[in-house]
């Protein structure tokens, strides 16, 4: 009887796929790479030992050959791999269908020492109608995705090793830079940099409630012609007035809602027009991280967790994705739970499709979306927890996407009272459509939501009640978790797979914590990003960054040739700007502090003002350094506990960079 062997990455997976394919197969798990480059000095193979680039991993100057070994703890387990081999007739690799798994799988035929017999298995669901179907539908491997995920390895392994000593001889060790993390630092410094900058603007708001039964509000608009100021009439780097708009004084304020209470509204204008709002797509692996931070509360990292296990369980298709299209299976599947729930006139009479948005894309999966080509309903997968919530998450957001379109009326008055106009809109649903199913967490949310009466120009209505409110100008909003992923895709940073990974990274170095679910940047982080931005402007910008993935897809595709791209990029590019990096970190200059700024000094981090230092504590975020906060710090430099000394005098440069290392860990576990 022939036997076929299939390895896949997870064990929970290989006992899943056992169970569909049944005797005749046997299924074992890599647990993951099989090969890498080295980590240590003590892996690097005796023959590379004495060359000048072994450290690297990476021979430059012959093609860019990597050195590939398999690490300790895999040796056992690839003793194990080979002995299969011997007894099996057939070999299937069945790793993830993605760049990743592609390069996982050649790792294996080299690691196995398979010279034939063995062919590329490839599922996007663990279902036994898909697994016994891709076993048979085998395929060889694609040397065009290896040679792409080679090329990012090499890459991320070149820059690692050379940028990241420069921040350890500038700044501090411990700390790293790369590719994707570095240009998301510097996205997070800029929008810190420019709340720092920002200088905030009074300016008054009022509102009245209008009408008898169920009163709405309405805002003033202006005054005897003359608009009232918002939020964009000023200048955010000075706070001054950029337009002609009246500011109110907190005494006009107060005047103008004694006169609009003493007197009713007229309406100048009536206006109502229908819209409609589509379902939205169904989930890429970026677009479910961000829905389920909104709403679910989970971070990237939480989320990507809990879908491999839906995926490895057979609940959900391959997680890494950036197609948002279904297949016809699926499409049908999801067009007969909304009809079966909601009527045949749920769904519009053709299915919907869609395609990416975002920059480099790549389309070469389904999105995600529950399993099979009966959808399970969310009470019957016999899931719990958080992984019953993300489920039921992705199954609501699928169906609904082929639903019909919320339609509605958006309804505009325009209204006075003498020389005061005020503006009301409201919004009324005459079809929720898709969102009986499935509605964003922000839907519905501001005075748009009112419902206003249906009334003729020149009505009298009656003001119940006014106010005025004194707001400021808000400083540019800080990135969520959520939303720096949404504007890493668009401008094609990055890839679905490595979101996650990015911000545990950003988060473990102490470049950023997360604040009431919002990324703060350390001044840790802005040093680096500063260090950066001078010495390696290339490395930070997203333009440039986003150029390299798209570079990396046409590897993929065979139209560029691996040598030729690392040959350029490296080359004739990074190594020389490595090369002529300054040794020493900037300055951070501290807005809102005149003649402060904030520095590296053996390896602490210190705010240095009028002569005077003082260290600066982990947990305090740049935009709350004002000016006594900074006179607070320098007159009792207690405020942060240094390193206990056993005698008086200044730390060495080792204490003071391990006691900075604990600092900074001990701030990104913190959060």
Same mark, same amino acid.
């Given at each position: 009887m022939s036997t076929t062997l299939v390895i896949v990455e997870s064990p929970s997976k290989a006992k899943k796929i056992q169970g569909y394919l049944g005797s005749g197969y046997t299924v074992r798990a890599s647990l993951g790479h099989i090969r890498d480059l080295p980590s240590t000095k003590a892996e690097i193979p005796e023959k590379y030992a004495s060359e000048a680039w072994a450290r690297l991993g990476v021979n430059v100057s012959d093609g860019f050959k990597p050195i590939y070994i398999v690490p300790a703890g895999k040796k056992k387990l690839a003793t194990e791999l080979r002995a299969l081999v011997r007894t099996a007739d057939r070999v299937l690799l069945a790793t993830d269908p993605d760049r990743e798994g592609e390069a996982f799988a050649w790792h294996l035929v080299a690691a196995l020492g398979l010279k034939s017999g063995f062919e590329r298995m490839t599922f996007h669901e663990i279902t036994k109608e898909a697994i016994q179907a891709a076993a048979q539908h085998t395929r060889p491997i694609d040397y065009a995705l290896v040679g792409a995920q080679e090329s990012r390895r090499i890459i991320d392994r070149l820059l690692g090793y050379g940028v990241s000593p420069l921040l350890w001889n500038s700044i501090s060790s411990g700390l790293s830079?790369?590719?994707?993390?570095?240009?998301?630092?510097?996205?997070?410094?800029?929008?810190?940099?420019?709340?720092?900058?920002?200088?905030?603007?009074?300016?008054?708001?009022?509102?009245?409630?209008?009408?008898?039964?169920?009163?709405?509000?309405?805002?003033?608009?202006?005054?005897? =012609?003359?608009?009232?100021?918002?939020?964009?009439?000023? *200048?955010?780097?000075? =706070?001054?007035?950029?337009?002609?708009?009246?500011?109110?004084?907190?005494?006009?304020?107060?005047?103008?809602?004694?006169?609009?209470?003493?007197?009713?509204?007229?309406?100048?204008?009536?206006?109502?027009?229908?819209? !409609?709002?589509k379902p939205p797509a169904p989930f890429t692996t970026s677009t479910l991280q961000q829905e389920a931070s909104k709403a679910l509360k989970l971070s990237p990292k939480q989320s990507m967790d809990l879908a491999q296990k839906l995926y490895e369980g057979g609940h959900i298709t391959y997680m890494r994705t950036d197609s948002p299209s279904l297949s016809d299976e699926a499409t049908a599947a999801a067009r007969a739970v909304a009809v079966a729930a909601f009527g045949q006139g749920a769904v519009p009479s053709n299915p919907r499709t869609y395609a990416a948005k975002a920059k480099n894309a790549q389309e070469a999966h389904e999105a995600i979306r529950p399993s099979g080509k009966v959808f399970k309903a969310p009470e019957t997968t016999g899931l719990a927890g958080d992984e019953l919530a993300l489920y039921d998450l992705i199954y609501r957001r699928t169906v609904a996407s082929q639903m019909l379109d919320l339609t509605g009326m958006k309804t505009t008055l325009i209204l006075k009272a003498g020389a005061v106009q005020l503006g009301a809109v409201?919004?009324?649903?005459?079809?929720?459509?898709?969102?009986?199913?499935?509605?964003?967490?922000?839907?519905?949310?501001? @005075?748009?939501?009112?419902?206003?009466?249906?009334?003729?120009?020149?009505?009298?209505?009656?003001? #119940?009640?006014?106010?005025? @409110?004194?707001?400021?100008?808000?400083?540019?909003?800080?990135?969520?978790?959520?939303?720096?992923?949404?504007?890493?895709?668009?401008?094609?940073?990055?890839?679905? !797979?490595?979101?996650?990974?990015?911000?545990?990274?950003?988060?473990?170095?102490?470049?950023?914590?997360?604040?009431?679910?919002?990324?703060?940047?350390?001044?840790? =982080?802005?040093?680096?990003?500063?260090?950066?931005?001078?010495?390696?402007? *290339?490395?930070?910008?997203?333009?440039?960054?986003?150029?390299?993935?798209? @570079?990396?897809?046409?590897?993929?595709?065979?139209?560029?040739?691996?040598?030729?791209?690392?040959? #350029?990029?490296?080359?004739?590019?990074?190594?020389?700007?490595?090369?002529?990096?300054?040794?020493?970190?900037? !300055?951070?200059?501290?807005?809102? /502090?005149?003649?402060?700024?904030?520095?590296?000094?053996?390896?602490? /981090?210190?705010?240095?003002?009028? =002569? #005077?230092?003082?260290?600066?504590?982990?947990?305090?975020?740049?935009?709350?350094?004002?000016?006594?906060?900074?006179?607070d710090l320098l007159a009792e430099k207690t405020s942060v506990q240094r390193p206990t000394k056993k005698r008086p005098g200044k730390p060495n440069k080792k204490e003071a960079r391990s006691n900075f290392r604990r600092k900074t860990v001990l701030s990104s576990s913190d959060s």
């Open positions: 830079a790369g590719r994707v993390q570095s240009a998301a630092l510097v996205a997070l410094a800029h929008r810190e940099q420019a709340r720092m900058a920002h200088v905030s603007a009074p300016y008054w708001r009022v509102t009245a409630q209008i009408g008898d039964q169920k009163p709405f509000t309405a805002t003033v608009l202006g005054v005897s =012609g003359q608009r009232l100021a918002t939020p964009k009439d000023f *200048d955010p780097a000075t =706070g001054q007035l950029k337009t002609d708009a009246l500011v109110l004084t907190a005494e006009q304020a107060g005047q103008l809602v004694t006169f609009l209470k003493a007197r009713p509204v007229t309406v100048l204008s009536t206006e109502c027009v229908p819209y !409609s709002t409201g919004r009324t649903v005459t079809d929720p459509g898709f969102t009986r199913l499935y509605q964003d967490v922000q839907e519905g949310e501001g @005075e748009e939501s009112q419902v206003l009466p249906d009334v003729q120009q020149g009505a009298a209505l009656p003001v #119940r009640d006014a106010k005025a @409110e004194e707001k400021k100008t808000p400083a540019p909003g800080r990135f969520t978790e959520a939303s720096l992923v949404r504007a890493l895709e668009k401008v094609g940073v990055g890839r679905p !797979s490595t979101y996650a990974s990015i911000l545990s990274t950003l988060d473990h170095r102490g470049y950023t914590r997360v604040v009431k679910r919002q990324l703060t940047v350390t001044w840790l =982080g802005l040093l680096v990003s500063a260090y950066l931005a001078q010495a390696c402007a *290339d490395l930070v910008d997203v333009q440039f960054t986003a150029h390299m993935e798209a @570079e990396l897809d046409q590897i993929a595709e065979g139209a560029l040739t691996r040598e030729a791209y690392l040959t #350029r990029f490296w080359t004739e590019g990074f190594a020389r700007t490595i090369a002529q990096a300054p040794q020493r970190a900037p !300055s951070v200059p501290v807005p809102r /502090v005149p003649g402060a700024v904030v520095t590296v000094r053996a390896g602490e /981090v210190i705010l240095a003002m009028n =002569g #005077r230092t003082a260290p600066l504590p982990v947990d305090l975020v740049p935009d709350n350094l004002t000016l006594e906060v900074a006179v």
